[in-house]
């Protein structure tokens, strides 16, 4: 559990769990907009990885005590945009682009804000760089994920995949964030 700074307010973790199929058991509780922790917002990140620590589900929620709102969300959290890390490469089959892009949320380590913040609501979006107008996405396109958020030193690997059939298309990757400059992402092809 993070608060609105990127500080963790709360973790935990519970081992050795065993369930039955398609039941509900459960685990613990998690102490939000307690006197322990009152805050007005938060971002909780959970996680469930199996014996092998491979992960099997990544869940990520903001939230507030009712009556509130998100409000922190505004102002100083959304006007200040972090920098993220981002590498991508990309092969091209015919005319099947497939590009692997990966994120990290580092903006502590640049010295840009002089703290480490969630990255926050993140989207990808593939135009055509030889487009103007006001839609210039390539359509349709797979993403293994996007709209995702990453907490302070969290890295997430993206997947890709798109057609371009025109010669006259030039495809551009773009990243956006609610608290993200926007960037235009290179890849490389090979």
Not at 2 to 19: E, K, P, V
Not at 92 to 109: C, L, P
Request: glycine share 6%; charged share 15%; no cysteine.
């Amino acid at each position: 559990m993070y608060d609105i700074t990127g500080a963790i307010a709360y973790s935990t973790a519970w081992r050795s769990l065993t369930f039955e199929a398609k039941t509900t058991t459960s685990v613990g509780s998690i102490p939000l907009f307690t006197t322990i922790n009152k805050q007005p917002m938060y971002f909780l990140l959970l996680k469930l990885q199996d014996s092998t620590r491979a992960l099997v589900s990544r869940n990520f929620y903001w939230l507030h005590p009712t009556p509130g709102s998100y409000g922190q969300l505004a102002g100083h959290f959304r006007s200040t945009k972090i920098p993220v890390a981002v590498s991508a490469h990309a092969t091209i089959s015919g005319h099947t682009y497939k590009i692997r892009v990966q994120v990290a949320n580092r903006n502590g380590n640049t010295g840009h804000t002089g703290a480490t913040v969630v990255a926050f609501a993140l989207q990808f979006s593939v135009v055509d760089r030889n487009s103007s107008g006001t839609d210039t996405r390539i359509l349709p396109v797979t993403y293994s994920d996007n709209w995702f958020s990453l907490v302070p030193d969290e890295t997430a690997v993206v997947d890709i995949s798109f057609q371009v059939k025109k010669r006259t298309i030039s495809p551009k990757l773009m990243l956006r964030g609610w608290n993200v400059a926007d960037t235009e992402v290179t890849f490389t092809i090979g």
